[in-house]
C-alpha cells in the first residue's frame, strides 16, 4: 500500500515559518518528481512547489517564489516544503504530490500527479 503522509503543519503568525514533510512508504520515489499543491477553503487546488528526481531542478508557484523552498532527500523518500515570511492567503490544506511519469520537468496541474497525501492544514493568523 503506497502512502503518502504529511506532517508538519498548524497555526502560526504573520512573517513566521513552518517546515513540512512527507514521508513516502510503500514505494520508492527517488526516481520522479515530487510536489506540493494547497488548496483553500472555496477555492481550486493549486500548484505551491516541485523539484525533480535528484533535485537539481525545483518550481515554484510565483506567490511563493522567494519565501518557500522545496527540497528532498531520496534516501529517506521525503520531499519538504520551507515556508517562511508566511502570509494569511498561504492558509490551506497542502498536499503532497508525485508524478510517476516524469523524473525532471514538472507540470503544474493537478490532474498530472498520481499520488496524492492526505493533507496538512496550514493555517497563518493575523
Known amino acids: 500500500q503506497v502512502q503518502l503522509v504529511e506532517s508538519g503543519g498548524g497555526l502560526v503568525q504573520v512573517g513566521g515559518s513552518l517546515r513540512l514533510s512527507c514521508a513516502a512508504s510503500?514505494?520508492?520515489?527517488?526516481?520522479?518528481?515530487m510536489g506540493w499543491f494547497r488548496q483553500a477553503p472555496g477555492k481550486e487546488r493549486e500548484f505551491v512547489a516541485a523539484?525533480?528526481?535528484?533535485?537539481?531542478?525545483?518550481y515554484y508557484a510565483d506567490s511563493v517564489k522567494g519565501r518557500f523552498t522545496i527540497s528532498r532527500d531520496n534516501a529517506k523518500n521525503t520531499v519538504y516544503l520551507q515556508m517562511n515570511s508566511l502570509k494569511p492567503e498561504d492558509t490551506a490544506v497542502y498536499y503532497c504530490?508525485?508524478?510517476?511519469?516524469?523524473?525532471?520537468?514538472?507540470?503544474?496541474?493537478?490532474?498530472?500527479?498520481?499520488?496524492w497525501g492526505q493533507g496538512t492544514q496550514v493555517t497563518v493568523s493575523s
Open positions: 523539484i525533480s528526481w535528484s533535485g537539481a531542478s525545483t
Open positions: 510503500g514505494r520508492t520515489f527517488s526516481s520522479y518528481v
Open positions: 504530490v508525485v508524478d510517476t511519469y516524469r523524473s525532471i520537468y514538472a507540470p503544474r496541474t493537478p490532474n498530472e500527479y498520481d499520488y
